[in-house]
């Protein structure tokens, strides 16, 4: 089998006149972390949505594993989007259902994907509280998403995603709007979490401290397509304008006065 | 200019016209072929029916009430006060009861339904729906669909008994009417044709406002501010569009009636 996971190749996307996606073309191989970089606008979310099928192109191809599924029979799409799970930005938590449903909700629907067998409920019960115990929310099952912070809601997401085990993730903004000290526990999740499942991680984000803490390889997404990707060592050395101010924004840190 | 404006307005509308036809389409077929799990469809059977039927009795026995009287005040100077009975039972089969039931729970049940959905749409729910490989049409939809088809119908007929009830009491404690001048001609002169119309028309406005409440609920776009706005458009487009439905409905199901009567004569 060819080593890349996910293979997109000439992705289109118009919205209201403006190509948010302009022939976009990108690899993601197994067992890697892959960021993508950008400023606000550029398409990063659209891209996500395109992969896990939530938005359709208006040209272009999305592979997993040698498979087309992008675009492709519902049958065929259906069985790849149940290797899938993405953690989004406001974490879209069910409100009408405690943390323990919300968890459990995948595996009510669908049981095993790999093996198509139901769950029974005690079953449920113990892969739900071992991957909120792995997120560290052990205790709120019974809990309204409503009742926890922000930064709990992330984790919770993380946990429904966890319970069922997909070989590629993807995350939009997981740290944005996040305490530093939160936003680390959340990208130190991550790397958990790809650690133990060493499937393909997407993810899209603005902030650069997480970016490079995460990422395997870094990419820029810029005009609708990807500018730039590389190794985040080799990444931070390219020569262009928003890169330049990613470096020069970590290197000086601004303080508004120098004194008390 | 002005022609630009108007071109995509039309455009605009026969997308909307085309996407809501869709949606009933997919809809159906969910509900059919891949029927959603039965806790959800009894939850939303007890959402609808159950909880509805408390401003349903209201509204079908006060009607019956001032359609009562009404009949009286109006009729009975002319001594056609022994119709009463007749014109609240068709009035309230044919036409009030179907019309009223699907007004009251297009605001109790079908406005709940666009603002539930509406700010599953902007909080992202309904695309971590998606993600897990669920088609919110099968999930969220099939299930109200399935019970608004069969709860809307018993409502209007549980409104419909309620009216009549309502015109009996005031008539015989009020106007001191008896029960027999009341009841008896009910049966002479509401045919199963009546009662064909009130289960066909309760059904198509049943399913009118719930896919109408839904779709506008899955286009919800912008926020809370989105989100009251999709339910106030859903709540008036529901009635404008019963509205319409009905004159249609009473129009072309007593032409139909009609022919099938001539048929019958000429036979």
């Given at each position: 089998m060819d080593e890349r996971m996910i293979r997109i190749r000439n992705l289109w996307k118009r919205f209201n006149d403006n190509d948010v996606l302009a022939g976009l073309d990108l690899d993601a191989h197994d067992d890697e972390i892959l960021v993508i970089l950008g400023r606000s606008g550029v398409g990063k979310s659209v891209l996500l949505r395109h992969i896990i099928g939530i938005e359709k192109p208006d040209q272009g191809t999305i592979e997993i594993d040698d498979v087309q599924i992008v675009p492709s029979k519902k049958k065929e799409f259906d069985r790849a989007m149940r290797t899938m799970g993405m953690l989004f930005q406001g974490s879209a938590l069910f409100d009408s259902m405690t943390i323990e449903e919300n968890t459990a909700f995948y595996l009510r629907q669908h049981g095993n994907h790999l093996t198509g067998l139901r769950f029974t409920n005690e079953e449920i019960r113990e892969k739900v509280d071992a991957a909120l115990k792995k997120v560290g929310l052990d205790g709120v099952q019974k809990k309204m998403p409503s009742d926890l912070s922000g930064g709990m809601r992330k984790r919770a997401g993380l946990a429904r995603l966890l319970v069922y085990r997909p070989s590629i993730l993807l995350y939009d903004e997981p740290t944005t709007g996040l305490d530093p000290i939160t936003a680390q526990q959340i990208s130190d999740l991550i790397i958990q979490t790809q650690n133990e499942l060493k499937g393909t991680s997407i993810i899209v984000t603005h902030d650069i401290t997480s970016a490079l803490r995460m990422a395997d390889r870094l990419a820029l997404q810029q005009e609708g397509k990807i500018a730039h990707l590389a190794y985040p060592k080799q990444f931070m050395e390219i020569n262009d304008p928003t890169i330049n101010f990613l470096r020069s924004s970590l290197q000086h840190r601004i303080f508004r006065k120098e004194t008390l | 200019m002005a022609s630009i404006v108007l071109k995509k307005s039309f455009a605009r509308f026969f997308e909307m016209i085309g996407e809501y036809v869709r949606l009933i389409g997919e809809v159906a077929h969910a509900a059919v072929r891949r029927p959603p799990s039965w806790d959800l469809v009894r939850e939303q059977l007890y959402h609808i029916g159950v909880m509805s039927v408390g401003v349903v009795a209201i509204t079908g026995f006060?009607?019956?009430?001032?359609?009562?009287?009404?009949?009286?005040?109006?009729?009975?100077?002319?001594?056609?006060?022994?119709?009463?009975?007749?014109?609240?039972?068709?009035?309230?089969?044919?036409?009030?009861?179907?019309?009223?039931?699907?007004?009251?729970?297009?605001?109790?049940?079908?406005?709940?339904?666009?603002?539930?959905?509406?700010?599953?749409?902007?909080?992202?729910?309904?695309?971590?729906?998606?993600?897990?490989?669920?088609?919110?049409?099968?999930?969220?939809?099939?299930?109200?669909?399935?019970?608004?088809?069969?709860?809307?119908?018993?409502?209007?007929?549980?409104?419909?008994?309620?009216?009549?009830?309502?015109?009996?009491?005031?008539?015989?404690?009020?106007?001191?009417?008896?029960?027999?001048?009341?009841?008896?001609?009910?049966?002479?002169?509401?045919?199963?044709?009546?009662?064909?119309?009130?289960?066909?028309?309760?059904?198509?406005?049943?399913?009118?406002?719930?896919?109408?409440?839904?779709?506008?609920?899955?286009?919800?776009?912008?926020?809370?501010?989105?989100?009251?706005?999709?339910?106030?458009?859903?709540?008036?487009?529901?009635?404008?569009?019963?509205?319409?439905?009905?004159?249609?409905?009473?129009?072309?199901?007593?032409?139909?009636?009609?022919?099938?009567?001539?048929?019958?004569?000429?036979?």
């Open positions: - | 006060t009607t019956g009430i001032v359609l009562a009287a009404q009949s009286f005040y109006q009729l009975g100077e002319k001594g056609l006060a022994g119709v009463t009975g007749v014109l609240v039972a068709k009035a309230m089969i044919t036409e009030l009861g179907p019309i009223l039931t699907a007004f009251m729970v297009t605001g109790r049940v079908g406005s709940s339904m666009c603002a539930e959905i509406g700010s599953m749409k902007v909080t992202e729910q309904i695309d971590a729906l998606r993600s897990m490989a669920i088609h919110p049409h099968r999930y969220l939809i099939a299930p109200r669909f399935i019970a608004g088809s069969i709860m809307i119908p018993l409502l209007t007929l549980f409104s419909a008994v309620m009216g009549i009830v309502g015109g009996y009491l005031i008539s015989i404690y009020f106007f001191h009417m008896s029960t027999g001048n009341y009841f008896h001609p009910i049966p002479l002169h509401v045919s199963v044709f009546d009662l064909a119309t009130c289960l066909i028309k309760s059904t198509i406005f049943g399913v009118l406002l719930i896919t109408v409440c839904c779709y506008k609920g899955m286009k919800t776009t912008g926020g809370a501010a989105g989100v009251g706005k999709a339910t106030t458009q859903s709540v008036v487009t529901s009635y404008v569009l019963i509205l319409i439905f009905d004159l249609f409905l009473t129009m072309g199901l007593n032409m139909i009636y009609k022919q099938i009567k001539m048929g019958w004569m000429n036979g």
